[in-house]
């Protein structure tokens, strides 16, 4: 029997969302009708999104499952209207999408593959060998979940990782530090440095003109965290020095990136446009299918809310 | 006591060598005085290479082994002044260097990573997500213990890697093909294809019009092998059609590839200068240390070459 989907997360959103979910849906074996527009009283399970067009729940009298796009439920978890079970995202894929940007950049760097796309100038230069990823010093700030995922992929890659969290952790093949001491450290050993903190009274402008000084002179910044982690100003000012070498930054403390900052036009710096953690439709897309194929089988639903709790 | 080693392998190389040699012998413990002009009969070991200083070894009188800086020794091996024991070079850096640089062009292809190092240009372009590494087909041709290596380190960066040998193999986490329909198999899916055969009468031009117009439109070729694995005018051809979307390559028929070869001014070419699988000075330092160690030591050398057979 076909199964009603509603997409209530916005027109935009469903250009993204519409080829992966009736991938996700066939993958699963079931029969979807995935739609913008069915009629309230039709719709057995609603893909939602708070920006969406939905309000008020009660015409959804045979609605099986609300299942947010996002982790984040706190704009509709308290609605009285809301009767039906309401499951949030929890996407593999963004902690994957985190650890392949990040490799893939430090990779990038420590290959040096900017001088090659940049100088297709006909000149074999065959002399510069760059050093092997276990001979090649890269430090990660912050090791919660994406951290550590980052530290411990370029570890399998072989690097020689060090790693800096407030509360000492300890994490095979990776050398844990933590306190002032640590960061120092980590710092003064990092030829590439990733940024994976959270954003804290504490770590803001973690990355200022005292820690730029400590890090090797030509040493790499990626930062896919948050913005206000680098004080701007004093990291442009080690890039004009040759104390940093690059810095290739996904995050801003405005997002957009305004096109008239310094960030934009600078030669060794790479903006990146907020996409290194973004929730995928194909991976989030088989979370939604699999919660429908577990709604028409009785079963229980994955990441269902605890409305008493709020998450 | 100070062991006399002496760099016979080139005034080039040593400038590349000097100093990881002088690091890997200080971490093994051994005093060694390198240098390019210790008298011949107060030389402990030698460093070789085939265009080196060195044609008669009569006169190294006190020298306990002949360490080869290559894998190849055939120019050496039937020397008949050569009666000290011969070591050639199985440098781990080779195979790990290779990985890096593979994994590194994949993760490039994969993020897009050139329009953003190309698009500094002040436009917030958030709008394409890049599919994650599990949904990226990636083909590699050639499964041996490069290809096998490569294949194994896209496939723990979840990749969906198929392979293709020309006899079976099986590889855990791998879609391992052979036969001709195996690679028709391999190139129809293959986003992302890395060529890592070697070079026999049967893979000459094995990338040609019609292998190419099998793979989907718009992907994109990774070399890091041989040249003439690929028919170049059927190449530039495809490039043109933007049937294959970007070519990177690493090696070609002539190299160095002269400075008015199409490939340098190609917008979808990327030339590099054949430096995917050198020998590093790091690890092959390492490799020269452990044998003075063990020569030191009375112990037997490592990968020491058996006169008789040739390697």
Same mark, same amino acid.
């Given at each position: ?36 527009? !069915? ?70 760097? !420590?290959?040096?593959?900017?001088? !090659? ?47 800096? &969290? ?17 960061? &120092? ?74 096109? =008239? ?34 709604? =028409? ?15």
């Amino acid at each position: 029997m076909t199964v009603n989907v509603l997409f209530a997360a916005g027109e935009t959103r469903w250009e993204q969302y519409r080829a992966p979910l009736d991938e996700a849906f066939a993958e699963a074996g079931i029969d979807a009708d995935l739609s913008l527009n !069915h009629p309230p009283d039709t719709v057995d399970y609603i893909v939602f999104a708070p920006n969406g067009p939905i309000d008020d729940f009660t015409p959804y009298t045979r609605t099986k499952a609300v299942l947010n796009l996002w982790a984040g439920v706190e704009k509709i978890v308290g609605s009285r209207t809301l009767t039906q079970p309401l499951c949030r995202m929890v996407d593999s894929g963004l902690e994957e999408g985190m650890i392949e940007w990040v490799t893939g950049h430090v990779l990038r760097h !420590h290959l040096g593959i900017d001088a !090659h796309i940049n100088g297709q100038d006909g000149v074999w230069r065959n002399g510069i060998i760059p050093p092997l990823a276990r001979d090649r010093r890269v430090g990660v700030l912050g090791l919660g979940a994406l951290g550590r995922a980052c530290a411990e992929a370029l570890a399998a890659l072989r690097f020689d990782v060090a790693g800096w &969290s407030r509360s000492q952790k300890d994490i095979p093949g990776i050398a844990c530090h933590s306190g002032d001491d640590g960061l &120092s450290a980590v710092l003064e050993r990092a030829e590439i440095l990733v940024l994976l903190m959270p954003l804290t009274p504490h770590t803001e402008n973690v990355i200022d003109a005292g820690t730029l000084a400590r890090m090797p002179r030509g040493a790499m910044i990626v930062n896919p965290a948050r913005g206000p982690l680098i004080d701007d100003d004093a990291l442009l000012a080690a890039l004009d020095s040759g104390q940093i070498g690059h810095a290739t930054l996904d995050v801003f403390r405005d997002e957009p990136l305004p096109p =008239e900052h310094p960030y934009w036009a600078h030669p060794r710096v790479t903006v990146t446009p907020h996409i290194a953690s973004e929730t995928r439709p194909a991976s989030a897309a088989r979370v939604i299918a699999e919660n429908v194929r577990r709604g =028409e089988a009785g079963e229980s639903f994955l990441f269902e809310v605890d409305r008493d709790a709020g998450y």
